[in-house]
């Protein structure tokens, strides 16, 4: 007997109402930086079919489906061992040092601030471990908003072989990072290598859900990172990198509270925020927002903004222990807003970056981070940031209001 079509109608939409409330009553990831209402909110408009939403899915997917041919990566693949003879252990070359051409064996290098010596790149842990990072960022945001199993499964095998594994895991250090030949095997400004960690934690975060990524195998990797923050905190190396006063102490800090945040210390890491955070905010700053470290490199520009990033994500990790940065002001009158407004003239127009700038000044970044601060300080006039360059186009914004 054939269903009268007011019938019908009514069931489709019933049926798309338990869909619509399915998606609605889905608990939100438990991400940390890419904020987990947003990623809901998205989900919900895929789901709707909104075009800018499909587009940018297009674009992720496409990024994902590279991603499924990629690794696995290891430390152990290095032709090099370090000088702990353990090829677990990973190591680098600091980026900036060259042979010295005055001596016969170019000992000790000497440092060329700004300029990439290509030895940097005959170790490969460093591209590695960033690509491995990056790739399951992208894996796990392909997987939450597709449920295409495919994505989780290949993010599961790199984290097992980078972190697990016992014949290619990495021990839990960075004793050899950014060496310099014939001055010194490692120092804490090599923890800068692993500074992507955010992008990393939120793509297993993000993968909690799926059936590759078993309960042991988060708790494993939750577990290498509760030893590496140790490592972090104790280890001269590691105690060398947290009384850096520009990029680098910055950085530390997003390592630590991210890691704090993902190994469920939370108290520690409202602690690191109060009482390292919030001081590096009024040594780093001036109270016009300049950042005297930074403009100090022979790459101004790149380093300004490279610390402002980091600043931005110790904001939005912040609000996870209900710690405001955004609008914190130091007792020196230093602040984020501050630092941000600074820059801006010299990304609309209005003023020249007269600063040493040894590589061409590209606005891109500053655009990205414009962003978030448009959210943040509403009280902002973008509108020249906005005729001088444009709306940016970057899909991946519209996936998760942060952009790596």
């Not at 489906?65 to 190591?91: E, I, T």
């Not at 993000?206 to 988060?218: D, H, P, Q, V």
Request: hydrophobic fraction near 40%.
């Amino acid at each position: 007997m054939k269903m009268p079509a007011l019938e019908v109608c009514m069931m489709l939409i019933l049926a798309l109402f338990v869909c619509m409330n399915t998606l609605m009553a889905q608990s939100p990831p438990e991400t940390f930086l890419v904020k987990p209402g947003k990623l809901l909110e998205v989900k919900r408009k895929i789901a709707r079919q909104e075009p800018a939403m499909q587009q940018a899915l297009t674009e992720l997917i496409s990024i994902a489906d590279k991603s499924l041919k990629n690794g696995p990566y290891s430390v152990v693949y290095k032709d090099k061992a370090p000088p702990s003879g353990d090829k677990h252990d990973y190591m680098s070359v600091g980026p900036y040092w060259w042979p010295d051409t005055s001596k016969a064996n170019g000992l000790p290098y000497i440092r060329k601030d700004g300029q990439v010596n290509p030895e940097r790149y005959t170790i490969k842990d460093d591209e590695y471990q960033n690509a491995m990072s990056r790739d399951v960022y992208f894996l796990g945001l392909a997987w939450f908003y597709t449920g295409d199993e495919r994505y989780a499964a290949h993010a599961t095998e790199l984290l097992r072989t980078w972190f697990l594994d016992p014949a290619t895991r990495m021990n839990p250090n960075l004793n050899y990072a950014q060496a310099i030949p014939g001055i010194t095997d490692g120092r804490g400004i090599g923890l800068i290598d692993t500074h992507n960690v955010t992008m990393l934690i939120d793509g297993v975060q993000l993968l909690k859900g799926s059936k590759s990524l078993s309960a042991e195998t988060y708790k494993g990797v939750q577990n290498w990172y509760r030893e590496f923050l140790q490592w972090m905190r104790t280890s001269p190396i590691g105690l060398d990198e947290a009384d850096e006063m520009n990029n680098h102490g910055t950085w530390y800090d997003v390592q630590q509270v991210m890691i704090a945040l993902f190994t469920g210390q939370e108290q520690l890491a409202r602690q690191m925020l109060e009482e390292q955070t919030r001081k590096r905010i009024d040594l780093q700053l001036e109270t016009d927002g300049r950042q005297p470290k930074e403009l100090a490199r022979t790459l101004s520009w790149n380093y300004s903004l490279f610390n402002l990033r980091a600043f931005f994500e110790l904001a939005l990790l912040a609000e996870n222990v209900n710690v405001d940065l955004w609008n914190y002001e130091s007792p020196g009158k230093k602040s984020l807003k501050k630092a941000y407004t600074w820059l801006l003239p010299y990304a609309t127009g209005k003023k020249d970056w007269d600063y040493q700038q040894i590589k061409p000044k590209h606005d891109e970044e500053f655009l990205e981070l414009s962003e978030v601060a448009a959210k943040k300080y509403t009280d902002i006039d973008l509108a020249a940031l906005r005729k001088q360059h444009g709306e940016l186009r970057n899909n991946l914004l519209l996936l998760t209001d942060w952009a790596y």
